[in-house]
Every structure is written in structure tokens, then in C-alpha cells.
């Protein structure tokens, strides 16, 4: 069974910093990533890691945000710098396996705020 188990959401003030962990378990994943859904918005990816290595980000996040994977922990993670109001949203992680399949967390909220 697939879990993919979040943490580290939560308030921060704008130009804060706050890092996001998922600890994957349950299968052998071809990439882990993180979305975000902003209040009234759709679901937008953040950040991903494929395998291999390569990293790809959304433009908004470029220079801010940085994604990384522990391959021993099964552990995504995402540093996030430089937060501004508009990052406020609900982080999902997100993990594909091998088959084909796709997953995903149960999200964690950061806002933004001063």
C-alpha cells in the first residue's frame, strides 16, 4: 500500500523560509514532486524530480524553491525561500511508480502572511 506522508506546512511571514518533507513508502518511485493548490485556484505543479536526477519547476518558484530527494529515506523534500503571499496554498506531494501510477498526499497547508 502507497503512502505518501507530509509535514512541515504551516505559517511563515513573507520573505520567510519553510521546508516541506514527504516520506514515500510502499513501492519503487520513478519520480516525487510537489503541487500546490492556491485558494480558488487549480492544482499547479511546484517542483519535481525524475529519475535520474533531473529536476524541473514551475517559472514562479525558479530561484526560490529547491526540491531534493533522499533516495536512502524514500524522502522528497522542498525548501522553499523567499516566501511571498502568492506561494499560499495547499502543498501536495506527488509520486509515480513504476506501472504508471500516480499518487498523491493529503497535503499540507503554508500561508503567508505578516
Known amino acids: 500500500q502507497v503512502q505518501l506522508v507530509e509535514s512541515g506546512g504551516g505559517l511563515v511571514q513573507p520573505g520567510g523560509s519553510l521546508t516541506l518533507s514527504c516520506a514515500a513508502s510502499g513501492s519503487i518511485f520513478s519520480h516525487l514532486g510537489w503541487y500546490r493548490q492556491p485558494p480558488g485556484k487549480q492544482r499547479e505543479l511546484v517542483a519535481v524530480i525524475i529519475s535520474g536526477g533531473t529536476k524541473n519547476y514551475a517559472d514562479s518558484v525558479k530561484g526560490r524553491f529547491t526540491v531534493s530527494r533522499d533516495n536512502a529515506k524514500n524522502t522528497v523534500y522542498l525548501q522553499m525561500n523567499s516566501l511571498k503571499p502568492e506561494d499560499t496554498a495547499v502543498y501536495y506531494c506527488?509520486?509515480?511508480?513504476?506501472?504508471?501510477?500516480?499518487?498523491w498526499g493529503k497535503g499540507t497547508l503554508v500561508t503567508v502572511s505578516s
Open positions: 506527488n509520486a509515480g511508480d513504476l506501472t504508471g501510477m500516480n499518487y
